[in-house]
C-alpha cells in the first residue's frame, strides 16, 4: 500500500482537536468543544475502518499479511548501532487496535455529549479525551519500543487527568494519584525491560529487535549469554516488559488502582479501564510475542499463570462487591486475565500450535465492544439514579427499557452464551488452554461459570429484584446522544464474534486455520448458564418478590417451590462459602495484604525519612564533621577493602 | 597569531569585558537606569551566546594552562544561556534592588571562573577558576540584604566552601607529590592505583562532590537554597552544578582514566547514596526551594549514574541532560521566582489553587516538574532514559534498577506540588500577577527548550558527535 502517510492523522487529528480544546475549549469554544472532540475523532474512525478494508484486502490478495511501515523518521542516533526512529506501522493487530480504540472512543465522545452536558468544564474534558485518544492511537501504531513507551506514560498522564477530572472530589484526586504511581511503578519494570532489550539487541526497533533475538545472530547470544541471578538476561527483560503490561493492564498484585479509578466520570471508565488502555499491556506482550516464544519457556508461564491467577481472583471478587462500577472493574480484571493466560498457553502447545494469540486478540476485540456496552449503560443507570450503589436500584427495566436491553445484550456476550461475540472468543480461549494447560482450562472453566453469575447477579440486581418503578412521570430515558452508541455497541456485542478473525490475525501474519469449535463449547455454555440461573434464583427474589416477576421466570418457579430448603444449601454455598471463605478472604487480601504492602512501603518510607530529618540539623560545624567523615569513609571503603 | 588567541578565548574575553563595562559604570557614572544595565547586561549575554556557535578548533594557550575545543565552547555556550535566562527571569527582583551593578560584578565573575574551570588543562588552572566563581557565588547568596537568613547561607556556604576546598588543595599536593606534576595530560601517565594516589584522588573527588551536592557533602545545599535569594539559588543548581559536572566528567574520562575501575565502584555507591537521600528528604518538605534542593540533589546522582557509563554515551548523554535541566530546573524556580518576588509566599501550601489565578505560571511549572520527574514526551524524558542507557553499559542492572526506582519515588513529591496546584484550592490563593515582558520571554524558552529539546534529535546527535569516552 503505497501512499499511506494519512495513517499518521488517525492519532495527530485527537491530538488536534486537544491543542484547540486546551487553548480556547474553556471560554470561547466551551459549547462546540463536544462537536469538534467528536468530529475529530469521527475522521479517525473513519481513516482508521478505511485503513483496516485496505490492509485486510490486500492480506487476502496476498495470502498472508505482511509488516508495512508507512512512516519512518530517523529521529536520533543514540550511538554507533542504536538509532532511534519513529515510525508507524501496520500489521494485523495494531490495525485491529486502530479500530477498535477509535470506534470506542467515537462512541464514548458520542455519550458524553448528553451524559457530561452542562459541566462547567466541559471543553477540558473533550480536550482530555482528545489527548488520551491520540496517546492510544500513537501507542498501538508504534514501530519502536522507544516510541512505544513514550506514548505509555502519555496515556498514563491523560488517565491520571481524566479520572481526576472531578478534582473537587478528595477521592477521585487520591485515586487518580493512586492509578499514577501505580502504573508508574510498574513502569519502572518496563523500562528497565526496554534497557537491556535494546542495549543487548542493539536496536529499538520491534521488526529488528524481534528478527534478531529470535535467529542466530551476536545479538542474541550476547544477550542469553549474560545473566543475573542465574536467569538469562533476555528472560529478565521479558519478565519486566511483562511487568509493565501487568500494572497497565491492572493485573495481580498490581490491579489496585482498577478499582478505586472508577472515581472518574462513567463514560471515561468506558473508554480507559474497559476497551482501551487497560489491554495495553496484554497488547505489548503481543507485539512481542515472537520473543516470548522463543525465549525460556518459563517466562510465559509466568504470564500464564499471572494472567489465570488474575481471572480467577477478579471474578471472585465481583461476586461480593456492591458498587456497579467496581462489579464491571473487577470483571475487566478478570476478562483481562483471560486475555493473557490466552498469550501464556504457547509453550506447552507446541510450536505450531500459536491458536492463544489469536483467542487472545480476539477476546480483546469483542471485550471491547461489550465491556464499553456495560459501563455506558452503568452510565445511564447512575444518571437516572444518582448512585452508584446497587441497592438504590432495582425494577429499572421498565424505566430504561432500551438500556435494560442493551445491558442484557453485553450480560450475555460476556457470559459466553452463543451467539454473541463473548462466545466465540471465549470458546478459543478455553481451547487453547485446553491443549495447553489442564489446570488453567479448569480455572478458566470455573470463572466462566462465575463470569456468568456476577454478570447476572448485576443485571438482576439492577433491572428485577424489586417491583418494576412507576413508569408514569419519567422525562425520557436518556438524551438520543447517549441512546446511539449503546444501539451501535449493543450491534457490536452480537455480531463482533462472527468476524473471521483467526483468518487474518494469526502472530505470524499467515492465514490461520480457523479452529472449529464445535462440541467443545458445550460445557462452558452449560456452565455459564447454570451461573445465570443461580444469579437468577438469588438476585431476582431476594427482596419481596411480586408473583408476576415469578410467572416471567418461569422454570425457575417451579425450583422456588423448594424455596427454603435450596435457599438454605445455596445460600450456604454462596453466602457461607463462596462469600465467607473465598471472596471475603480475597477481598480482604486485596484490601489488606496487597493494598497494605504498598501502605505499609509509603510509610515506611514517610519514617525513615524523618529519622533522617535530623542530620539536617542547620550547624554548618555538623556539616564539616559530616563532611570529613565521607572522606574519610570512603577512603578505607576503597583503599582497604576494595583493592 | 593575535587573532587566533583572541578567537579562541572570545568567551571568556566578552564576559570579562562586561565585568569592566560595569565596573567603569560603577566608578564613572553618576547614575545610571537600572533597566538599561539590565538590558544592557542581557544584550550582551545573548551576543556571546550567539558568537558561541562560530566554529572553533582545538586550541592549546598559555603553555597547556587552557585548553579549548568545540565541546569545551558549546560547554560554556550552555552555561551562558542558563545565566541569560536567569538573568532574563530576575529582572523583575533586580529591577527593585539597589545594587544592580554588584550583583552583575559578582554573577559574571563566577561565570568566568566556570569558563576558565572548564578549559584548564592544569591542577592549578582548575583550582583557580573554582575558587574564582566561589568566593562571588558566596557573596551573591547574601544579597537579600535586609534578610537575615540571607546573611546566615552566604556564611554557611563561604564556610563549608573553605571546608571543601581545603580538603581540595591538599587532595591537589598530594597528587603532585605522588605525580611530580599539575599537568592533566601528564598526571594521567604517571597513575597507577596505589594507595597514596587513590587518597588523593578521593579528596579531589570530594572537593567536586561537595560542589555538585553529593551525598554526603550536600549538607550545605538546602539551607543556602533555602536562604539565598530564588535566583541566586537557581544559578547555584543549575550553572555552578552544570559546570563542575563538565569539568568532573572530562577529568575523570581522561585524567584519571587509569583509575577507572576504582572510581566506577565509588561514584555507583555515591550516585546510590545520592538519589536516595535526594528523594528521601524531598518527599517531606513543605517549602518550595527546599523541595527544589532536595530534587536537584537526587538528579546529581542520576547524572552520576550517566557518569558510570564510562563511554562516549555516558558524556554525551550528562552533557544532554545538563541542558535539558538547565531548561526544566529554571522553569520551576523562575516560578518560584516571581511568586516570591511578589508575593513572598514560597511554601508549597501557598500554591493551592493557583491554576485558578495563574494558568500560565502553573502550566510552566507542571511542565517543567514533569520534565524534572522524567515524564515523556517531555525532555527530561529523555536525559534521564539516556543517563541510564548509559549506565546499562556496564552491566550493573541492580545499580539501575535502583535509579530507576528512584524515578519513580520522586514522582511522589513533584506530583505533590502539581497537585497543590490544579487539584486544590484555599481560601486566599495567590492573586493574579503581571508578567514582565522579559520574564515571559524566559519562560517561553524554558518550555520551548523542554518541549523542543527532546523532539529534536539532532540536539543529541551533535553532542554525542563532540563526545570524548574512556
Not at chain 1, 484547540?20 to 459549547?31: A, H, I, N, Y
Not at chain 2, 559574571?108 to 583550582?127: D, E, K, P, Q, R
Not at chain 2, 587513590?198 to 572537593?207: K, M
Not at chain 2, 523562575?334 to 509566599?345: C, D, E, F, Y
Request: hydrophobic share 55%.
Amino acid at each position: 500500500m503505497p501512499n499511506d502517510a494519512y495513517i499518521a492523522l488517525i492519532p495527530l487529528l485527537p491530538l488536534a482537536a486537544f491543542v484547540v480544546l486546551g487553548l480556547f475549549g474553556r471560554k470561547s469554544l466551551l459549547r462546540l468543544s463536544g462537536i469538534i472532540g467528536t468530529g475529530a475523532v469521527l475522521i479517525s474512525t473513519g481513516l482508521s475502518l478505511w485503513t483496516a478494508y485496505r490492509y485486510f484486502a490486500a492480506c487476502l490478495s496476498d495470502g498472508a499479511c505482511r509488516l508495512i511501515t508507512p512512516l519512518k523518521v530517523t529521529w536520533l542516533t543514540f550511538s554507533p548501532g542504536l538509532s532511534i526512529d519513529l515510525s508507524v506501522i501496520l500489521d494485523p493487530i495494531s490495525v485491529m487496535m486502530i479500530v477498535v480504540v477509535s470506534f470506542v472512543s467515537l462512541m464514548v465522545h458520542v455519550f458524553s455529549l448528553g451524559y457530561m452536558k452542562g459541566e462547567t468544564r466541559f471543553g477540558t474534558y473533550y480536550a482530555f479525551l482528545g489527548l488520551f485518544t491520540f496517546s492510544m492511537l500513537g501507542l498501538v501504531l508504534s514501530g519502536n519500543i522507544f516510541e512505544i513507551y513514550i506514548f505509555w506514560e502519555l496515556v498514563g498522564c491523560s488517565s491520571f487527568l481524566l479520572i481526576g477530572y472531578y478534582f473537587d472530589r478528595p477521592s477521585a484526586v487520591a485515586a487518580a494519584k493512586k492509578a499514577f504511581i501505580v502504573t508508574r511503578f510498574a513502569d519502572l519494570g518496563f523500562l528497565v525491560g526496554i534497557l537491556i532489550l535494546s542495549f543487548h539487541a542493539e536496536t529499538l526497533d520491534f521488526h529488528t529487535l524481534i528478527q534478531r533475538l529470535t535467529g542466530p545472530s551476536p545479538q542474541l547470544a550476547s544477550i542469553t549469554r549474560a545473566s543475573f541471578l542465574g536467569i538469562s538476561l533476555l528472560s529478565w527483560g521479558l519478565v519486566l516488559v511483562f511487568i509493565g503490561g501487568a500494572g497497565k493492564s491492572a493485573l495481580f498484585p498490581l490491579h489496585i488502582w482498577l478499582p478505586d479509578a472508577m472515581e472518574g466520570p462513567t463514560p471515561v471508565s468506558a473508554l480507559i479501564h474497559a476497551a482501551t488502555m487497560v489491554v495495553a499491556g496484554v497488547y505489548l506482550v503481543a507485539r512481542l510475542y515472537p520473543v516470548y516464544m522463543f525465549a525460556d519457556p518459563a517466562v510465559l508461564r509466568v504470564v500464564l499463570y499471572v494472567g489465570a491467577f488474575s481471572a480467577l481472583f477478579a471474578a471472585i471478587v465481583a461476586c461480593v462487591q456492591t458498587d456497579i462500577k467496581r462489579v464491571l472493574a473487577y470483571s475487566t480484571m478478570s476478562q483481562i486475565g483471560y486475555m493473557m493466560f490466552a498469550l501464556g498457553t504457547f509453550q506447552a502447545a507446541g510450536e505450531e500450535n500459536t491458536l492463544g494469540y489469536t483467542a487472545s486478540m480476539f477476546h480483546l476485540f469483542t471485550h471491547a465492544f461489550f465491556k464499553a456496552l456495560l459501563f455506558l449503560c452503568a452510565g445511564v443507570i447512575i444518571h437516572r439514579v444518582h448512585s452508584n450503589e446497587m441497592k438504590d436500584m432495582g425494577g429499572l427495566r421498565k424505566l430504561l427499557p432500551l438500556t435494560h436491553g442493551c445491558f442484557l445484550i453485553a450480560c450475555l456476550a460476556i457470559a459466553g452464551i452463543p451467539p454473541f461475540s463473548g462466545f466465540f472468543s471465549k470458546e478459543e480461549i478455553l481451547l487453547a488452554a485446553f491443549h495447553a494447560n489442564k489446570f488453567v482450562f479448569a480455572v478458566g472453566l470455573f470463572t466462566s461459570g462465575l463470569t456468568a453469575f456476577y454478570m447476572f447477579r448485576l443485571y438482576f440486581s439492577v433491572f428485577w429484584r424489586r417491583q418494576s418503578q412507576d413508569v408514569g412521570s419519567h422525562h425520557g430515558e436518556a438524551p438520543l446522544t447517549m441512546k446511539i452508541p449503546l444501539v451501535i455497541l449493543a450491534a457490536g456485542a452480537i455480531f463482533a464474534g462472527f468476524v473471521p478473525f483467526s483468518r487474518w490475525v494469526t502472530y505470524d501474519g499467515a492465514p490461520g486455520k480457523g479452529q472449529g469449535i464445535g462440541g467443545f463449547a458445550i460445557a462452558p455454555v452449560m456452565l455459564a448458564l447454570l451461573g445465570m440461573l443461580l444469579a437468577g434464583f438469588f438476585y431476582q427474589k431476594e427482596s419481596a418478590r411480586p408473583a408476576k416477576a415469578a410467572a416471567a421466570l418461569g422454570g425457575l418457579y417451579k425450583f422456588a417451590y423448594h424455596k427454603f430448603y435450596i435457599d438454605e444449601v445455596y445460600s450456604f454455598i454462596t453466602k457461607k462459602i463462596i462469600f465467607n471463605f473465598i471472596g471475603r478472604p480475597a477481598a480482604w487480601i486485596d484490601r489488606n495484604i496487597v493494598d497494605g504492602f504498598m501502605n505499609l512501603l509509603a510509610g515506611v518510607t514517610a519514617r525513615i525519612s524523618a529519622r533522617i530529618k535530623g542530620f539536617q540539623s542547620g550547624r554548618v560545624q555538623d556539616y564539616a564533621l559530616y563532611f570529613f567523615a565521607g572522606v574519610a569513609a570512603l577512603a578505607v571503603l576503597f583503599i582497604y577493602i576494595y583493592t | 597569531m593575535w587573532a587566533g588567541f583572541i578567537f579562541s578565548l572570545r568567551q571568556e574575553l566578552i564576559v570579562t569585558g562586561i565585568i569592566f563595562l560595569l565596573l567603569f559604570i560603577k566608578v564613572g557614572a553618576t547614575e545610571y537606569k537600572t533597566a538599561v544595565i539590565l538590558n544592557l547586561v542581557n544584550g550582551l549575554l545573548l551576543a556571546n551566546f550567539i558568537l558561541g556557535f562560530i566554529g572553533c578548533q582545538d586550541s592549546i594557550l598559555f603553555s597547556g594552562m587552557f585548553h579549548t575545543n568545540k565541546l569545551l565552547v558549546l560547554e560554556k555556550n550552555i552555561l551562558n544561556l542558563g545565566t541569560l535566562i536567569i538573568s532574563l527571569q530576575a529582572y523583575d527582583w533586580l529591577k527593585g534592588h539597589r545594587q544592580v551593578l554588584e550583583f552583575y560584578l559578582l554573577l559574571l565573575a563566577t561565570l568566568v571562573g566556570f569558563f576558565f574551570m572548564i578549559s584548564a588543562g592544569n591542577l592549578l588552572m582548575f583550582y583557580l577558576g573554582l575558587e574564582l566563581s566561589t568566593i562571588p557565588l558566596a557573596a551573591l547568596s547574601s544579597f537579600d540584604l535586609e534578610k537575615r537568613q540571607s546573611s546566615e547561607a552566604a556564611m554557611k556556604f563561604i564556610m563549608s566552601s573553605a571546608f571543601s576546598s581545603a580538603l581540595l588543595l591538599f587532595g591537589i599536593s598530594l597528587l603532585y607529590g605522588a605525580t611530580g606534576t599539575l599537568d592533566f595530560d601528564t598526571i594521567g601517565q604517571r597513575l597507577d592505583g596505589s594507595a597514596f594516589q587513590l587518597f588523593a584522588f578521593i579528596l579531589l573527588l570530594s572537593g567536586f562532590a561537595f560542589k555538585i551536592s553529593v551525598v554526603p557533602f550536600h549538607l550545605w545545599t538546602a539551607d543556602v537554597y533555602e536562604g539565598s535569594p530564588v535566583t541566586v539559588s537557581a544559578y547555584l543548581s543549575v550553572i555552578s552544578k552544570g559546570a563542575v559536572f563538565f569539568v568532573f566528567i572530562q577529568v575523570l574520562y581522561t585524567v584519571f582514566k587509569p583509575l577507572a575501575a576504582n572510581w566506577y565502584r565509588i561514584l555507583v555507591l555515591l550516585s546510590i547514596l545520592t538519589m536516595v537521600t535526594g528523594n528521601l528528604f524531598a518527599l517531606r518538605q513543605d517549602k518550595l526551594k527546599r523541595l527544589l534542593a532536595f530534587s536537584s540533589i537526587a538528579q546529581s546522582g542520576f547524572i552520576l549514574a550517566g557518569i558510570t557509563g564510562s563511554s562516549r554515551t555516558g558524556d554525551a548523554s550528562v552533557i544532554y541532560f545538563i541542558l535539558v535541566y538547565i531548561f526544566s530546573n529554571l522553569g520551576a524556580f523562575g516560578v518560584v521566582s516571581l511568586i516570591s518576588a511578589q508575593t513572598g509566599k514560597e511554601g508549597i501550601d501557598d500554591y493551592k489553587g493557583l491554576y485558578a489565578t495563574n494558568p500560565l505560571l502553573s502550566w510552566v511549572m507542571a511542565i517543567s516538574l514533569f520534565s524534572l520527574a522524567g515524564i515523556p514526551p517531555t525532555a527530561g524524558f529523555f536525559g534521564k532514559f539516556f543517563l541510564l542507557m548509559a549506565g546499562v553499559g556496564k552491566g550493573n542492572y541492580v545499580f539501575i534498577g535502583i535509579a530507576a526506582l528512584n524515578m519513580v519515588i520522586s514522582l511522589y513529591y513533584y506530583l505533590r506540588v502539581i497537585k497543590a496546584i490544579f487539584m486544590e484550592s484555599q481560601p486566599e490563593p495567590i492573586g493574579k500577577l503581571t508578567i514582565p515582558f522579559l520574564p515571559n520571554l524566559a519562560f517561553l524558552i524554558c518550555v520551548a527548550g523542554i518541549i523542543m529539546t527532546g523532539l529534536m534529535g539532532w540536539v543529541y546527535d551533535y553532542i554525542y558527535s563532540l563526545s570524548i569516552g574512556l
